[in-house]
């Protein structure tokens, strides 16, 4: 997972600051890397290994000029994890392009193999984006007729039928103007707003409130919206397909205060919460639940509303360190155990004694899970049931979530019963699919549809069992 940021801004007004404090507020998306980079006649780029605090002091962000720029924070679902890797990219020709995308390529070795080949193009990283960018420049450089807003579009619609998997991408063509595209399902979320005459486009709107942009809405699937240098916007639509927005957005990655694709994230989790509170209630009087307590921070929303229906307390009996980074995206089984004991300390008053539900988004590999079941018990707690936002997650994502392999998905080689024991939880529940779904349209009658491949099985795009496979053995290598 990853994300990105573009700003637009006024002319002889410098972004890097802004541009700095919006990755701040998406540093929840990718923990690995993180880059900025600026236009103003040159481009001016800095990008390392490490929290975005880390990388970024007042000298280097002095040092990036400009009233154009892009932001990003990654980690690697493809590639190495390296200072090579991480974005934004740059290629001189044609123009010079700024590059930085959220998502994940799936034919990401056949097009490498293709743009050395055919194209003449050596892709020096193992980072996607390098591929995307590539073809991208590969098919900009073939446009010789027409207005450069009709090269674009060619180009673009070359792009579209080369590429396959997730990919929202953020991107400025030196002397042209700042462009922003997504993929034809619209798996990976891309936002914009405007603050006067400047223009933001974000992987989420969190920021906008913070930087006085007005959110505008969402790139939409197979649409690019480009901003000449004059600021006039431009939108086409070049590859209409039915939308499958990522499901797993709302259960965990995006911050609640972020609306996606015309959903609010904040309201979608208080309906988690109502869902699940449904699906306990004919156990209620066998369970005898003292207290509804939350694992910290992204099951705080749904929990509430949980806790409301069913009549019981909720309380934070969990106090989480949050300068400690999430678990979840963290590389190495290891480095996500320690974590797990630095980041939580139990509450002793809320859980002596009592009968709690623990409420969490997700379970994934059950490290986490198990950890915080033995805590609570180890302070305690006389009974713990678990209760989990989203289905038991089954299958590998290959559109940019680190949850690669089947091997390290515990509900995928265990049945519910079996994941319980395993966990040490006395009773489990989880969000039904068709209930999950729910939560996240505005209405009943709302058309919009989900990626719930995680949870299903069932792959937007066009992906073999050989591709998965691929997929698969290639993460087992770098692990």
């Known amino acids: 997972m990853c994300g990105v940021v573009g700003i637009y801004g006024k002319k002889n007004k410098e972004v890097a600051q802004d541009l700095y404090d919006s990755l701040i507020s998406i540093q929840h998306r990718g923990q690995d890397s993180c880059g900025i980079a600026t ?87 193992s980072c996607d984006v390098d591929v995307i960018l590539n073809v991208f420049a590969s098919e900009l450089a073939k446009q010789k007729q027409g207005s450069f807003l009709q090269k674009l579009s060619q180009a673009l619609t070359n792009v579209y039928k080369r590429l396959e998997g997730s ?13 922003a595209f997504r993929d034809p399902h619209g798996i990976k979320p891309l936002v914009w707003g405007k603050r006067g005459k400047e223009y933001i486009f974000a992987s989420e709107s969190a920021m906008f409130s913070m930087l006085d942009f007005e959110l505008i809405g969402d790139v939409k699937p197979g649409e690019f919206i480009f901003v000449d240098t004059k600021g006039k916007i431009h939108h086409q639509m070049i590859l209409n397909k039915k939308p499958y927005h990522c499901s797993f957005e709302y259960v965990y990655f995006a911050r609640p205060d972020s609306t996606l694709d015309e959903v609010s994230v904040y309201k979608a989790r208080l309906r988690m919460g109502n869902r699940l509170a449904d699906r306990l ?41 949050h300068f400690i980074g999430r678990t979840f995206i963290m590389p190495g089984q290891e480095n996500r155990r320690k974590s797990v004991r630095y980041k939580l300390s139990p509450i002793e008053l809320e859980i002596r004694g009592k009968n709690v539900l623990l409420l969490d988004d997700s379970i994934v590999r059950g490290t986490t899970s198990k950890q915080i079941v033995d805590l609570l018990r180890k302070v305690g707690a006389k009974k713990v049931y678990f209760a989990v936002c989203c289905p038991p997650l089954k299958y590998p994502c290959v559109y940019g979530i680190d949850m690669p392999t089947r091997q390290e998905l515990i509900a995928n080689h265990l049945s519910i019963e079996q994941v319980r024991k395993k966990i040490n939880a006395d009773f489990l529940i989880y969000q039904t699919l068709d209930d999950l779904i729910s939560t996240l349209k505005k209405t009943k009658s709302d058309p919009k549809d989900f990626c719930t491949a995680c949870f299903s099985g069932q792959y937007p795009t066009n992906i073999s069992k050989q591709q998965l496979l691929k997929i698969e053995k290639a993460r087992l290598k770098e692990r």
């Open 39 to 125: 236009y103003n006649k040159e481009f001016h780029i800095k990008k390392d290994i490490g929290l975005v605090q880390k990388v970024f002091n007042e000298e280097n962000l002095l040092h990036l000029h400009g009233n154009m720029g892009i932001g990003h924070v990654r980690y690697s679902t493809v590639g190495r994890g390296t200072k090579e890797d991480a974005q934004p990219f740059i290629v001189n020709s044609p123009y010079g392009i700024l590059m930085a995308h959220n998502g994940n390529i799936t034919n990401f070795d056949e097009l490498k193999k293709e743009l050395a080949e055919k194209d003449l193009r050596q892709v020096n990283s």
């Open 167 to 179: 990919y929202s991408v953020v991107a400025y063509i030196a002397g042209k103007g700042f462009l």
């Open 281 to 321: 209630k004919p156990y209620l009087e066998k369970l005898k639940i003292d207290v509804v307590i939350p694992a910290p921070s992204t099951a705080d929303v749904a929990a509430l509303t949980l806790a409301y229906d069913i009549g019981v307390k909720f309380r934070h009996g969990l106090l989480k360190n």
